[in-house]
């Protein structure tokens, strides 16, 4: 059944205030519909502000904060876009820290528009195949990531995308990424 696919699968979102909407919420609904839990971890306690473009929209509760997080109890973690979100938390060191962790375990994570700026600042895409949006293509070139202009690319345990209107492919991939993950998790037990 669909919505059991990703049963017992915990996913950490990433994210802070000017976070793209469609970029969090859309991902995580497709999340949940294939039975994943999902946990949004922001620097500060208590909503974060989502925004179109620049347009102040929705906000969403914070689940747990960078400092409550415990890496190690998550499974996969997704990071959504908006260019001000993507700013502030690439310069947390904790969430710097939290992606480092689940890339030394090879858990999945899934990025999106100007989310790659924290895997730059944790110096996560030397040698990585990704996408962003088009805006930070030498961002990412300059850090040592072969940057190609795709709706989504997959390199090992990350999968990148460039903006919403490839939200919908990069949702079937990041929902493919973390069943073949936990194939891989039950294989090698």
């Known amino acids: 059944m669909l919505s059991e696919r990703l049963t017992g699968v915990r996913v950490a979102i990433l994210a802070t205030d000017s976070f793209e909407e469609a970029e969090l919420i859309e991902p995580r609904k497709a999340l ?15 909503e974060i502000q989502a925004v179109q473009h620049d347009r102040k929209t929705l906000k969403v509760k914070v689940d747990q904060t960078l400092a409550e ?6 499974d996969a973690v997704l990071i959504p876009g908006g260019r001000v979100n993507a ?5 947390d060191l904790l969430a710097q820290d939290f992606v480092r962790n689940m890339d030394q375990r090879r858990l999945p994570i899934a990025v999106i528009c100007h989310g790659p700026w924290l895997l730059i600042s944790a110096n996560l895409v030397k040698g990585r195949h990704m996408t ?14 072969h940057w190609r202009d795709s709706e989504v690319v997959r390199d090992g345990n990350l999968l990148s995308s460039r903006q919403p209107s490839d939200i919908p492919r990069f949702n079937q991939e990041m929902v493919n990424l973390l069943i073949d993950n936990q194939a891989n998790t039950y294989i090698a037990a």
Do not use: N, W
């Not at 999902?38 to 306690?45: E, W």
């Not at 997080?69 to 998550?74: N, S, T």
């Open 87 to 91: 700013e502030a938390l690439r310069k």
């Open 69 to 74: 997080a415990d890496p190690q109890k998550f």
């Open 132 to 145: 962003s949006y088009k805006a930070i293509e030498d961002d990412l070139s300059k850090a040592g990531a």
């Open 32 to 46: 949940q519909e294939a039975g994943a839990k999902t946990f949004v971890i922001a620097p500060h306690a208590g």
